[in-house]
């Protein structure tokens, strides 16, 4: 059973940093896209990063660039998302997703998805 499993969310003040980890069982995830995407409350499910398996490839949502950095250790199977100069628009709960195959935004082109973990930006 594929389980994708996110930790290290929390509450953090404006400018603060946090680091998302999603820890990946069940199945080799060779050659699996890793994807962290976000979804604040009464908005849509939107995309925040994803690194391909060679971690050669990597996308940000334009919002991100320069303050979230994605990486993965495919050893241990995990995945992380450091987040730095956090802002209130960075509240959400963050999850992790996987794909067979190149990088991707569109959410629904993700297979396995984690529950999810809480981040809240307090002003």
């Known amino acids: 059973q594929v389980q994708l499993v996110e930790s290290g969310g929390g509450l953090v003040q404006t400018g603060g940093s946090l680091r998302l980890s999603c820890a990946a069982s069940?199945?080799?995830?060779?050659?699996?896209?890793m994807g962290w995407f976000r979804q604040a409350p009464g908005k849509e499910r939107e995309f925040v990063a994803a690194?391909?398996?060679?971690?050669?490839?990597?996308n940000y949502a334009d919002s991100m660039k320069g303050r979230f950095t994605i990486s993965r250790d495919n050893a241990g199977n995990t995945v992380y998302l450091q987040m730095t100069n956090l802002k209130p628009e960075d509240t959400a709960v963050y999850s992790c997703?996987?794909?067979?195959?190149?990088?991707?935004?569109?959410?629904?082109?993700?297979?396995?998805w984690g529950q999810g973990t809480q981040v809240t930006v307090s002003s």
């Open positions: 997703a996987a794909r067979f195959g190149t990088v991707a935004y569109n959410r629904h082109l993700y297979r396995y």
């Open positions: 069940g199945r080799s995830f060779s050659g699996y896209v």
């Open positions: 690194i391909a398996w060679s971690g050669g490839l990597i």
